[in-house]
């Protein structure tokens, strides 16, 4: 059974304060010590400056790489991620896997086929190998395989795409993807681009916004760049 969770409605943004505050990391899940574990205190240690500093390339604030690692570790299901890039989050996502000791592994899927390749490999020299394994395709298109297949995810982190139509349409498809009560997280949510006319490239926010189900899914918390949404429990006699 997932444990009970924290959410945190008061970190909500307008678009006009969009880059104006990061909001720090906040625990979801009850725990009781600060950070999780030595790896995720490692993560605070190599944050500078608000900005993580990790050996692969990749750019994750210090609020983004706790709250990936956490989800990471309480995941209830097996995890999915848009947008594998060199394999930073992926590298957190499959160490709190590990230190977990979960039966559960990561997705990881790209468009470009060179990127997963080398993900792929980042993994394997950090011998996480077998907590990940790396796809390429279109990310609707493989929602729509995977909704398909009658797949769900216990933690589901979207970073493949800064454009308002792709991430419209990768929620518009989350609700038959997510577990009952499980998370859904969003990079680059706090961004001032998104509200820059002249960025015509970003539209995440926007995006968000427009295509979440919000009668399947409720605001969760902004912890850095970062926008959290959790599926919404089922409710008494309701039917996944």
């Not at 900005?51 to 983004?64: I, P, T, V």
């Not at 850095?224 to 008494?236: H, I, N, Q, V």
Request: charged share 20%; glycine share 8%.
């Amino acid at each position: 059974m997932t444990p009970a969770t924290r959410l945190h409605p008061d970190t909500w943004l307008t678009a006009d304060q969009l880059g104006q505050v990061y909001p720090p990391y906040r625990k979801t899940f009850p725990f009781e010590t600060d950070m999780i574990d030595d790896a995720h205190e490692a993560l605070r240690a190599a944050s500078v400056n608000g900005m993580l500093r990790g050996n692969l390339k990749g750019s994750l604030r210090e609020a983004d790489a706790l709250k990936i690692y956490e989800l990471a570790y309480f995941s209830p299901g097996p995890i999915l991620e848009l947008g594998t890039y060199h394999g930073l989050s992926a590298s957190i996502i499959a160490t709190a896997l590990k230190n977990a000791q979960s039966p559960f592994t990561l997705t990881s899927v790209d468009l470009h086929k060179e990127l997963s390749d080398l993900a792929a490999r980042n993994l394997k020299s950090l011998g996480l190998e077998a907590y990940a394994t790396f796809d390429t395709s279109d990310g609707t298109a493989y929602l729509d395989r995977l909704a398909a297949e009658g797949r769900t995810f216990g933690f589901v982190f979207i970073d493949h795409s800064h454009q308002y139509g792709h991430v419209q349409a990768a929620c518009e498809r989350l609700a038959d993807l997510v577990m009952p009560s499980a998370f859904v997280l969003f990079h680059d949510f706090n961004d001032p681009r998104n509200s820059d006319p002249a960025e015509t490239e970003y539209g995440v926010y926007q995006g968000v916004i427009d295509g979440i189900e919000t009668t399947a899914f409720e605001f969760a918390g902004i912890y850095g760049c970062t926008a959290l949404y959790r599926r919404r429990p089922l409710r008494e006699g309701q039917r996944y």
